[in-house]
T-cell receptor, first 112, second 113 residues
Framework: ETGVTQSPTHLIKTRGQQVTLRCSSQ?????VSWYQQALGQGPQFIFQ???????GRGNFPPRFSGLQFPNYSSELNVNALELDDSALYLC???????????FGPGTRLTVT | KNQVEQSPQSLIILEGKNCTLQ??????????LRWYKQDTGRGPVSLTI?????NTKSNGRYTATLDADTKQSSLHITASQLSDSASYIC????????????FGAGTQVVVTP
């Protein structure tokens, strides 16, 4: 186990709704990265938060937003859900000295 | 443009046999290469990390090789076990994109009794 937890494990939403996914980072880590993994594909980088600031973003629209809290846990928010947002959402925490990323178990989002 | 190509897309092997997975990449400037194992519906777990100056690295029955000149890497699984059934993903890292991992689509390995 990596010590990275995500909630919820699964959820089902309707197109147009909004969703918030949560990630608790490993103790001692100050960075959280979020990835989207569609079925049969590798994870795609959404964005990264370092010490509560966004520190890089992939090719995702603004309706994907995030937040990192003082305890370094993080949230991923997706507005105006689309069917193509159905995927496994992974968070990875990292920190000094190596900043190697350790992944959580993921949240399976289904949009109907 | 896809900067990571993995082959084969999938393979089935008998328990106890060996197999080799291939990864070709075009990312630049190249910094390091990771191999991850991902069980279905779970997060990826790192198997090996190699910098551009390393040629080979082992982690138990997993051995990764890297040729930074030809931009190729391989992952060899020795004496496969049923628990090796998973997706294996190659991740080349760029020196100018710290923390932004670019994953390949992976090779799906199924080990049968």
């Amino acid at each position: 186990e990596t010590g990275v937890t995500q909630s919820p494990t699964h959820l089902i939403k309707t197109r147009g709704q909004q969703v918030t996914l949560r990630c608790s980072s490993q103790s001692g880590h100050n960075t959280v990265s979020w990835y989207q993994q569609a079925l049969g594909q590798g994870p795609q980088f959404i964005f990264q938060y370092y010490r509560e600031e966004e520190n890089g973003r992939g090719n995702f629209p603004p309706r994907f937003s995030g937040l990192q809290f003082p305890n370094y846990s993080s949230e991923l928010n997706v507005n105006a859900l689309e069917l193509d947002d159905s995927a496994l959402y992974l968070c990875a925490s990292s920190g000094p000295p190596t900043y190697e990323q350790y992944f959580g178990p993921g949240t399976r989002l289904t949009v109907t | 443009k896809n900067q990571v190509e993995q082959s084969p897309q999938s393979l089935i092997i008998l328990e106890g046999k060996n197999c080799t997975l291939q990864c070709n990449y075009t990312v630049s400037p190249f910094s390091n290469l990771r191999w991850y194992k991902q069980d279905t519906g779970r997060g990826p777990v790192s198997l090996t990390i190699m910098t551009f100056s390393e040629n080979t690295k082992s982690n138990g029955r997993y051995t990764a090789t890297l040729d930074a000149d030809t931009k190729q890497s391989s992952l060899h699984i020795t004496a496969s076990q049923l628990s090796d059934s998973a997706s294996y993903i190659c991740v080349p890292g760029r020196t100018d994109s710290w923390g932004k991992l670019q994953f390949g689509a992976g090779t799906q390995v199924v080990v049968t009794p």
